[in-house]
């Protein structure tokens, strides 16, 4: 199974919608994305993504499994005193869940990240605790869980516990 990432595409945005239109898929992700998640939405998403790439705000790459897509990876870097931090995010398509493809993506993004980065230091993911297969995708990237923030997120009407995983650049293997 051949595993790249690039950055994503105005033909993605039909498969883009494909995946992402999907409750599974939906359910931890931040409210920002949208359910039902049309084509419109996706093409707005990439359109947003070359902008905010270019402006140096953030990095994002789709996620290829034998050369079709199957996700994407997200960097979001901070700005003012925590200026040397990014956030990541991620999800993949339904499915290819359950297959070790996104911790691989994952590792592979954030080596990107540190290596056309270098002012980044840290770079974190928050997870919802329900997701516990995040994760296990995290930890398996090389990411250490770093706090449990009580009662920190709001979803589905519901306050949930977020995980903050992180992992630092000298770290980085």
Known sequence: ???LLRPLCIQDAVPLAKMADNENVHRY???????P???EHALSFIQCCRENEEDGMSMVRGVLVNHKLAGVMESMFHIDIDSRNAEIGYWL???YWGQGIAAKALHRFCTEVFSTHPEIWRLSASILAPNTASMRVAEK???HEEA???QAAYKRETLMDLHIFAVLRNQWR
């Not at 992700?29 to 359910?35: E, T």
């Open 93 to 95: 398509g339904q499915q």
């Open 29 to 35: 992700l931040r409210d920002r994305f949208p359910s």
């Open 141 to 143: 990237a090389g990411f």
């Open 1 to 3: 199974m051949e595993i």
């Open 37 to 39: 998640y049309l084509p």
């Open 148 to 150: 449990v923030l009580r």
